[in-house]
């Protein structure tokens, strides 16, 4: 093989895992993914999509060899096809938040609204959780929690909180943290909390960014994209 032919091959080949994500909602879904498997019916709900339109991505997704599926029972799921492809979707979204002006001022006013505080960033809540009295709070559907959370993170999805308060301390500073810092369920929930009077803030990142940093986690042993 020539060398030019050799090369137009190999970037025609890596080509189609940036042209995969390239497109807004695909790559909301490897987001969704990161947290653990689920059904083209899930996904579908959590993305605002239908259901043929949903799969239609997850087609192209898999067609780059980024997804995968696993069978339980009747049921077909989908799973990130390795760890690898939340590392290069974590920098793509890292690379964006520093390189687009508009990405990063709509993150940066979400977080500075009058009703919100500074995230707090991975290394802080590693730091918290040795030397003060801190409860982790995980507000993701509690079906996120099971396929993995960090250590010793209780689970009260987002939309329970407001009938659940009473199970939390209110002498502790509470750290809420959902998928990631582009997912608003964390920032839901301090609102809440805040406004009955606790000590809260949410985590910059999420879940899936706390596990890929090394940081105590409790993984589920029948998730399959593990």
């Not at 043929?52 to 192209?60: D, F, G, I, K, P």
């Not at 959370?149 to 999805?157: F, G, Q, R, T």
């Not at 301090?190 to 000590?199: A, D, N, T, Y």
Request: proline share 4%; charged share 30%; hydrophobic share 40%.
């Amino acid at each position: 093989m020539e060398k030019r032919e050799f090369k137009n091959k190999i970037y025609t080949e890596l080509a189609k895992v940036t042209k995969a994500l390239g497109n807004p909602r695909r790559m909301e879904i490897i987001d969704l993914l990161a947290q653990g498997p689920f059904s083209v019916e899930k996904i579908a709900e959590q993305t605002s999509l239908s259901v043929a339109n949903a799969s239609q991505h997850l087609q192209v997704l898999k067609g780059a060899l980024l997804v995968e599926i696993s069978r339980k029972g009747n049921f077909i799921y989908y799973h990130l096809a390795g760890e690898s492809v939340f590392q290069v979707w974590r920098a793509l979204r890292e690379l964006g938040l520093a390189q687009n002006a508009e990405a990063e001022k709509l993150v940066h006013d979400f977080y500075h609204s009058e009703n919100q505080l500074e995230p707090v960033t991975l290394k802080e809540l590693r730091q918290k959780i040795t030397g003060q009295d801190v409860v982790i709070l995980d507000v993701r559907p509690g079906e996120e929690y099971e396929h993995g959370h960090i250590k010793e993170a209780i689970s009260i999805p987002v939309e329970e909180l407001a009938g659940r308060m009473d199970e939390l301390p209110r002498d502790s500073e509470i750290i809420a943290y959902c998928r990631g810092p582009l997912c608003v369920y964390a920032d839901e929930a301090v609102s809440l909390l805040r406004e009955k009077g606790f000590k809260a803030k949410r985590l910059k990142e999420g879940y899936p960014d706390w596990k890929a940093m090394g940081f105590p986690a409790e993984i589920s042993h029948l998730d399959n994209s593990e």
